[in-house]
């Protein structure tokens, strides 16, 4: 955002002179003299577009592309020769600024310092909107008087305690105010009025008509928007709010013909932005002085200070009664009664002499017109306990009609009525009550949780009665409702989860004791094959390599399963050591995979760049990660290469990669290609391998997870696919 103070000087230094310049070369001129004054910029100069420039300069670049070319270290390894050409001239950072009029770069505004970094993003954004003055400037000379038309929006929207804009004919924002910021939410990522909801052909066609639009924004503020044509390109638009117009027009009414009250309107930061009334008579104070001051700073401060605290924790649509003493000017201490209406925009307030008893009823009046409209349930209750008067959100809430409620005991709706009693008890002797725990009846019987506040009142013959606020609390409905749900489903959990921890335990025992016949088993081929007990033909020692082999493949599926059950139970520990990711290469499984490969007709490659240090991880687990991702890259690829490339991603990361020439995936398996023993079908490939298991990658994942990395991948049918993953450099300690 660009500064109030920067604002000022732009305003005053440079918008004259684009009113008054004689001629489009004394304008760029002074405009550059200026803004070389006002941001504190060694050299500024114009250089016009028209100029021939060589195909490739920095110039060249601005003109085409219409941006900003900031460089704020300039060496004489930068992108263009005129950047060299100011290194050496002594510079250290330069900006340049393309004015664009109609659409086309006019001249670009060369700006040169000596100081490294001068171009910080809030100096970008005031020349910026400097050289938007200037272009508008340039565009708009030939109409008359329009320069100083433009001025005085821009003064406008500045000071205006009322949201402004300034749009361009194709809807983009080119200047806002304060208020908008606050009031439209709009701020520097919004670039058209498009993005708050209003049409570009609504604005125009309300500019040609000189209509105004009815506009909502955020659900809850409406607008009255006026727009103004600014010449043929540029339009000024003033929101003016209508939200609580229908409300405040009563109250408004009712104290403009009265000596007893005024009326004020805050917003949440208790400034006033609306007076009715007479305040010469009720505050001695002209009602013109009162606009956008705070209404705090004329309490008195004994009690501003209780008053602010309460007011800030008022309930949303509920009201609040005091009687303060108010400093105005030099007409001494005023004793007034302040009747505090809160709403979601901000308060409303009446403001009664404090000996004016005879107008508190009619006050009363007003504001139990302002608890009609709350989403709350209010209810009047008099002395017995009966009720008296409600709006119509009962209704909604309890099911009730409004005259099936009013005349009805209070103590009917209440499931426990020794709370209404107690708190009853408590405001009839001076007290308040806020927020207590309440359960109330429905007409279908239903119990709705809730919260009530209340408060003692005095009617015209001095008779007690209560006014009782309700809120309903629908949160606390819908979980007592699922409380049932949620604890069958919480015993189906247990159940479930118990299921799966016998599962596990299953797998693993029954994994630990194939693991034993199994080692028999190769034992004694392997002594067989090596001719101990007998040299043996050529077909006999087949059949015994036959066997040596599918015991390997089922000690490796063995050995899978008990990873991916120990994996799902959280029973691996990582054994953390320092890992040289160049060496792992020479890994005898690596090899082995790699030899496997070359057999295969393939080419592979394991690329390690000069920058990457050695890592912590648990160096089995790793050469597990690889041997799984290379080896599932040469059981699907037929043809082409396996490369292996690692590579230094960020300061604390590093990303290893395995791509491959292969089948691919295709978009139904890529859904389920991390499940356990999902197996991806192979009826592409020449060669049919072996079934595995369909664990591999569920297991490569956990085992990244567990190092605090992430794997991902990308494929394309008969192109082949890239499994990649990120590592840290150093481990993350663990929690205690």
């Not at 949440?268 to 705090?296: A, C, H, R, W």
């Not at 391998?689 to 494929?715: C, K, M, N, V, Y």
Request: charged share 25%; glycine share 6%; with cysteine.
């Amino acid at each position: 955002m660009v500064s109030e103070l920067l604002l000022n000087k732009i305003l005053t230094d440079i918008l004259p002179f684009l009113s008054n310049s004689t001629n489009e070369e004394e304008m760029v001129s002074k405009f550059s003299s200026s803004v070389e004054a006002v941001f504190g910029i060694k050299e500024v100069k114009a250089n016009g577009a028209s100029r021939s420039r060589a195909a490739g300069s920095i110039f060249d670049y601005v003109i085409n592309t219409k941006k900003v070319y900031t460089d704020n270290q300039l060496s004489e390894y930068s992108a263009f020769p005129e950047l060299i050409d100011y290194k050496n001239k002594g510079y250290r950072s330069c900006a340049l600024f393309p004015i664009v009029v109609n659409g086309k770069v006019f001249t670009i505004l060369e700006m040169l310092s000596e100081q490294e970094n001068k171009f910080s993003a809030d100096l970008l954004n005031s020349v910026t909107f400097a050289a938007y003055l200037a272009g508008f400037a340039l565009m708009y000379r030939s109409e008359n008087g329009l320069n100083i038309k433009l001025a005085s929006y821009f003064d406008a929207a500045f000071n205006s305690p009322t949201p402004q804009l300034l749009v361009s004919k194709d809807g983009s924002i080119v200047k806002f105010n304060k208020s908008s910021i606050k009031e439209l939410g709009i701020s520097q990522q919004t670039r058209n009025i498009s993005e708050i909801g209003i049409g570009i052909d609504k604005m125009q066609q309300s500019a040609k008509q000189h209509s105004g639009i009815k506009h909502k924004v955020n659900n809850q503020h409406l607008y009255s928007i006026h727009v103004e044509s600014v010449g043929d390109s540029l339009f000024h638009m003033f929101f003016q709010e209508n939200t609580n117009a229908y409300v405040l027009s009563g109250l408004y009414g009712a104290v403009s013909s009265t000596d007893y009250s005024c009326a004020l309107m805050l917003n949440t930061d208790f400034t006033i932005l609306e007076v009715q009334g007479n305040t010469d008579s009720v505050l001695n104070y002209p009602k013109g002085l009162l606009y956008g001051k705070s209404m705090l700073s004329y309490i008195d401060e004994k009690q501003r200070g209780p008053l602010t605290k309460k007011l800030e924790t008022l309930p949303e649509n509920s009201t609040y009664n005091t009687t303060v003493d108010l400093a105005l000017g030099d007409s001494g201490m005023t004793h007034v009664r302040l009747s505090f209406a809160k709403q979601y925009y901000g308060y409303t307030v009446m403001v009664v002499k404090a000996n004016a008893e005879k107008y508190i009823k009619d006050v009363k009046e007003l504001m139990n017109d302002f608890t009609s409209i709350s989403s709350d349930m209010v209810m009047r209750v008099d002395g017995l306990g009966y009720i008296r008067e409600c709006n119509f959100t009962i209704e909604s809430v309890l099911g009730f009609k409004k005259d099936e409620i009013i005349g009805r005991e209070v103590k009917s709706l209440y499931q426990d009525t020794s709370i209404l009693d107690r708190d009853m008890t408590y405001v009839k002797n001076g007290g308040k009550i806020d927020g207590t725990y309440i359960n109330l009846f429905s007409k279908s019987g239903d119990t709705i949780p809730a919260t009530h506040s209340m408060r003692m009142l005095k009617d015209e013959d001095n008779a007690i009665e209560y006014l009782i606020s309700v809120k309903e609390l629908q949160t606390k409905r819908l979980l007592n409702d699922q409380e049932s749900t949620i604890k069958k489903q919480d015993n189906e959990i247990k159940n479930l989860k118990s299921t799966s921890e016998l599962k596990s335990q299953f797998i693993y025992n029954i994994s630990h004791e194939l693991k034993t016949p199994l080692t028999a088993i190769k034992g004694f081929s392997k002594l067989l094959y090596d001719g101990e007990y007998g040299a043996m033909n050529d077909e006999q020692k087949g059949f015994v390599k036959t066997i040596l082999d599918e015991s390997d493949r089922l000690t490796l599926i063995i050995q899978q399963v008990l990873d991916a059950t120990k994996l799902e139970a959280n029973k691996v520990k990582l054994d953390l050591k320092e890992v040289d990711l160049k060496a792992m290469q020479n890994n005898p499984s690596i090899k082995a995979l790699e030899e496997s490969a070359r057999e295969k007709g393939l080419d592979f490659s394991w690329i390690v760049e000069y920058d990457v240090p050695s890592i912590t991880a648990d160096p089995n687990r790793l050469i597990q990660v690889f041997v799984n991702l290379i080896g599932n890259s040469i059981k699907f690829t037929e043809k082409g290469s396996i490369n292996v490339h690692i590579r230094k991603k960020s300061k604390k990361r590093i990303e290893c990669s395995v791509n491959d020439t292969g089948i691919g995936i295709s978009d139904e398996d890529k859904r389920k290609i991390f499940r356990k023993f999902y197996q991806a079908p192979k009826k592409e490939l020449v060669k049919q391998d072996g079934a595995g298991t369909g664990l591999g990658l569920s297991i490569t994942r956990d085992i990244i997870s567990l190092h605090h990395g992430h794997i991902s991948f990308e494929s394309e049918q008969g192109k082949g696919t890239t499994f990649s993953f990120l590592l840290p450099i150093k481990a993350k300690e663990q929690k205690k």
